[in-house]
């Protein structure tokens, strides 16, 4: 069966420290792969996507991500993290063919001053 | 603004009563998507539609919830005789149809049920 799995529930990482929030999907075919953040009382904000050509994509906010086919991962990574980024990550899933998306339970990001 | 707007942003109903949760996708896009999200938890899907079809209710309720999507007008989400269990966000998202096409949220609709 598909799935996304973010292995961290809670991150807590130091103002302009590197940040890296990890997901895993399982999919037998081609991957839509998205990035989202939660703030507080807000919806969902698109932070990338990744369909296909280069694996290193580049979103807003100054986050990036890599798409690891071999290992089934793509990973959000940011060089030097700010205190607004505090918030909540989903990366999602959407399965190709269909009209479905599959979200991970998400990644809470904790920054400390 | 063309981004998905949902309204109301919070909602109080008493239990028993009904909730009308109204959402209007982005412009260009005819499909529509409502999840629920409860403290500390991630996103439920409940229904996708398209104008005038539901397409997938399979994480609806099967009792008190139904929504709609009519030709005219925003997309609907119903909780009939809500209880305490219906309280927390409610989320709608559109796109263009296509699963290479990201989804676009709206800020939601926090229903409270007192």
């Known amino acids: 069966a598909q799935s996304v799995t973010q292995p961290d529930i809670h991150i807590t990482v130091s103002e302009g420290a590197s940040l890296e929030l990890r997901c895993n999907y399982s999919?037998?075919?081609?991957?839509?792969l998205f990035w989202y953040v939660q703030s507080p009382g807000q919806g969902l904000q698109l932070l990338l996507k990744y369909f296909s050509g280069d694996t290193l994509v580049q979103g807003i906010k100054g986050f990036e991500a890599e798409f690891k086919r071999s290992q089934s991962s793509f990973n959000l990574r940011k060089p030097s993290v700010h205190w607004s980024d505090a918030a909540e990550y989903f990366c999602a899933v959407g399965l190709s063919g269909t009209y479905k998306y599959i979200f991970g339970t998400g990644t809470r990001l904790k920054v400390l001053a | 603004n063309a981004g998905v707007m949902q309204n109301p942003r919070h909602l109080v109903r008493r239990r028993g009563q009904e909730a009308r949760l109204r959402c209007s996708p982005m412009?260009?896009?005819?499909?529509v998507y409502w999840y629920r999200q409860l403290p500390e938890e991630g996103l439920k899907f409940m229904v996708y539609?398209?104008?005038?079809?539901?397409?997938?209710e399979s994480g609806m309720p099967k009792e008190r919830f139904s929504a709609e999507f009519p030709k005219e007008g925003p997309s609907i989400l119903r909780i009939q005789q809500v209880v305490r269990g219906d309280s927390a966000a409610y989320f709608c998202?559109?796109?263009?149809?296509?699963?290479?096409?990201?989804?676009?949220f709206g800020n939601g609709t926090r229903l409270t049920v007192t």
């Open positions: 539609l398209q104008k005038e079809n539901i397409i997938d």
């Open positions: 412009k260009g896009h005819s499909h």
């Open positions: 999919y037998g075919a081609t991957p839509y």
């Open positions: 998202a559109s796109s263009r149809g296509e699963t290479n096409s990201p989804l676009h």
